[in-house]
């Protein structure tokens, strides 16, 4: 089995320099963006198959599940206030209570469906990536978040600045196939509104639904048994 | 028959190669017939209306990005003219309308992708290797519209019980806050209870098992095995480079008239179909 396992793995790892060497050979002017591309997508596809492999067992399938319905569902409740969206802050909540691997299936879940609402596109598997490493780092650190209110208030800054940063960082290399300094600072400069309220709405609905959810899954422990 | 009547599979073959292209052979010529294609089928799949804000919004898209990339890359040898004393370079001018093209083709494909590989399909193409996450797909799917309707119970309930009546933006925060936590508990208990259902009656004891009727046939191989052809030509033909541009420092272009027309017939066909699906519709209608 672990034999197996090893074999698999190295086969994993050894795709992912013949894909940038394919990209190198056919794509000479695109290579940079058919290698991102093609790294972030086979990143997602191996945590999904990982995740395939792993038992288990439905109420993490169904918690996953419902909390993306609600992450893409709150993009349109408080779409009144725009930019201003609980999205990841669900993410974080759930990896918070439900450990690292659900944080970052919600957070790639969520890109990907709230996707087929607002359109999909060559950003798609980016937003899964990094949201999805929302969840997981969440997921990493959950211990310290739940006890400590700074150091949660802290992350919620930093991945919604993060956020923003690595998706006009992929706009940038798409566009011009290398990296231009002063190109990405007016990218990251035309979106600093929207970085800013990414931020700050994180925080927002950390604080705000962090205590509730607290409620939500003791209460589902104690009736249903989560953690089993 | 329509693009849409083909297996799923032909179907993304036919995206994955021509999206593969698009993306990455950097040229002038590939942008062009790729943008055409797709528009010229979304054009045939759409309302006029549609088609034209379509047609507005990506010529303006194309022509900022054109306009703007000389402000930030100043290579290339023939000025122009100058802004702040740096270089406004036509290569560069150049450089921004091809990625214009592209970036607008690539947008274009997505959406003809999402008019003919709808979820139903996704899942059938990716439910097998990975039954959990389309599982979670499936059930998020169903969990929104159910959202939408107890979100609106909640909301009407809390409406009736006359609290936060006032119309200013902080009041209603507080009130949407308030229903979406109830929301967020409502949820989570609907979905535990199904967990503990799906456990009873014995998920994850033996595999999944998948209820779909689309069936491969003849039409769809030779279709495939033409796809993969022409797009292991035009491949070919990138690594010879002779569907390459250069920009910097000159303007190099090496366009082959075979690998060229190649990939504009493979980017055409979603139409040329619909197009002959249309005649024959009209032909059978004026028969009878």
């Not at chain 2, 690594?239 to 055409?268: Q, R, T």
Request: with cysteine.
């Amino acid at each position: 089995m672990s034999s197996k396992k090893l074999v698999s793995g190295l086969i994993y790892l050894l795709v992912i320099p013949l894909v940038c060497f394919g990209g190198i050979m056919f794509f000479r002017e695109r290579f940079y963006s058919f290698v991102t591309a093609a790294l972030a997508i086979l990143t997602v596809a191996g945590y999904f198959l990982h995740f395939e492999k792993k038992h288990s067992d439905s109420t993490q399938l169904v918690i996953i599940a419902a909390m993306t319905a609600l992450s893409v569902f709150g993009r349109i409740v408080f779409s009144f206030l725009p930019g201003f969206k609980p999205c990841t802050a669900i993410v974080i909540i759930t990896a918070l209570y439900m450990g690292r691997e659900s944080g970052f299936m919600t957070g790639a879940m969520t890109a990907l469906i709230s996707n087929f609402y607002f359109g999909q596109g060559a950003w798609t598997p980016f937003q899964m990536l990094v949201w999805g490493l929302t969840g997981y780092f969440a997921g990493m650190l959950a211990d310290k978040l739940i006890k400590s209110k700074p150091f949660l208030v802290t992350f919620g800054i930093i991945s919604g600045t993060a956020f923003s940063l690595i998706m006009d960082l992929w706009s940038c290399l798409w566009a011009d196939n290398a990296f231009i300094l002063s190109r990405y600072l007016a990218l990251v400069g035309s979106s600093a509104f929207f970085t800013l309220i990414y931020a700050v709405s994180n925080v927002f609905f950390l604080l705000v639904l962090s205590k509730p959810f607290g409620r939500i899954f003791k209460r589902l422990d104690k009736k249903y048994g989560l953690k089993n | 028959m329509r693009l849409s009547a083909f297996h799923p599979l032909t179907a993304l073959v036919y995206f994955a190669a021509v999206l593969a292209v698009t993306m990455f052979c950097f040229s002038p010529a590939v942008g062009i017939c790729s943008a055409v294609g797709a528009f010229l089928f979304c054009a045939v799949t759409q309302s006029c209306r549609q088609t034209a804000s379509d047609l507005a919004f990506y010529s303006f898209l194309t022509a900022v990005l054109t306009v703007t990339n000389p402000l930030f890359s100043h290579k290339g040898v023939t000025p122009l003219f100058f802004v702040n004393g740096k270089a406004y370079t036509k290569e560069a001018l150049f450089y921004g309308l091809t990625a214009g093209l592209s970036l607008t083709a690539v947008i274009m494909w997505c959406k003809a992708l999402g008019k003919v590989l709808t979820r139903e399909k996704l899942l059938y193409i990716f439910g097998r290797k990975t039954p959990k996450a389309a599982l979670v797909i499936t059930m998020t799917m169903g969990f929104i519209p159910k959202l939408k309707r107890l979100h609106r119970q909640l909301l009407d309930a809390l409406n009736c019980s006359g609290a936060n009546i006032s119309d200013s933006r902080f009041d209603r925060l507080k009130k949407d806050c308030t229903v979406f936590t109830a929301l967020c508990a409502g949820t989570l208990e609907r979905g535990a209870d199904t967990a503990a259902s799906m456990k009873a009656r014995g998920y994850g004891i033996q595999k999944r098992s998948f209820a779909h009727s689309f069936k491969f046939r003849a039409w769809d191989g030779i279709f495939v095995a033409t796809f993969s052809v022409i797009f292991a030509l035009v491949l070919i033909f990138s690594a010879k480079g002779e569907l390459s541009a250069a920009f910097y420092p000159v303007i190099k272009l090496e366009n082959s008239v075979f690998p060229v027309g190649m990939f504009a017939l493979l980017c055409a066909f979603p139409f040329i179909l619909e197009v002959k699906e249309s005649i024959k519709w009209k032909y059978c209608l004026a028969k009878m």
